[in-house]
């Protein structure tokens, strides 16, 4: 008798949605087209082409941009080109009991930088916005990272983009 019960209780949402009416067709569609069309042919008319405002050219955007490559696609300024052409190396690292420092050379210069140091910030002896991620004197490497991408430069063999 409960198996009875439980059936009928089960199945009877299913009995009572299947009883319903079926929504009446519907086809109230309406073609706006040419009321849309003549709203657009309306608006061009009144644009002051005077008013609008001009773009920035690709020179103007380029002159804005103070940190990393104004051409994200040129390799001239890229680290991995400071690397390859011996522009920026890691020298050398020097430990103390209380600190550790990398001495690095870039583009004619030398001297040391340290952990959190960012070119054109805090030294002139990386790219600007390049920051210092971690020295590890053990393998001899310092990382740099720049926006998202981090770069290994190291003593022993060559540097190499992460």
């Not at 030398?110 to 140091?117: A, H």
């Not at 916005?129 to 998202?148: E, R």
Request: with cysteine.
């Amino acid at each position: 008798m409960w198996a009875f019960i439980k059936i009928i209780l089960i199945l009877s949402p299913i009995f009572l949605l299947s009883c319903t009416k079926e929504p009446e067709n519907s086809n109230n569609v309406v073609d706006i087209s040419e009321e849309l069309a003549q709203i657009k042919k309306e608006a061009s008319k009144k644009i002051n082409q005077k008013t609008l405002i001009k773009l920035p050219s690709k020179e103007e955007i380029a002159s804005d941009i103070s940190i990393g490559n104004k051409n994200p696609f040129s390799s001239n300024n890229s680290i991995a080109n400071l690397i390859a052409n011996r522009d920026l190396k890691l020298v050398g690292i020097l430990s103390t009991k209380n600190n550790t420092v990398a001495l690095i050379s870039f583009k004619n210069e030398s001297g040391v930088v340290k952990v959190g140091d960012i070119g054109g910030k805090d030294t002139n002896l990386l790219p600007e916005g390049y920051k210092t991620i971690s020295i590890d004197k053990t393998k001899g490497t310092i990382t740099i990272k720049f926006k998202n991408d981090n770069y290994v430069l190291n003593i022993l063999n060559k540097s190499k983009y992460l």
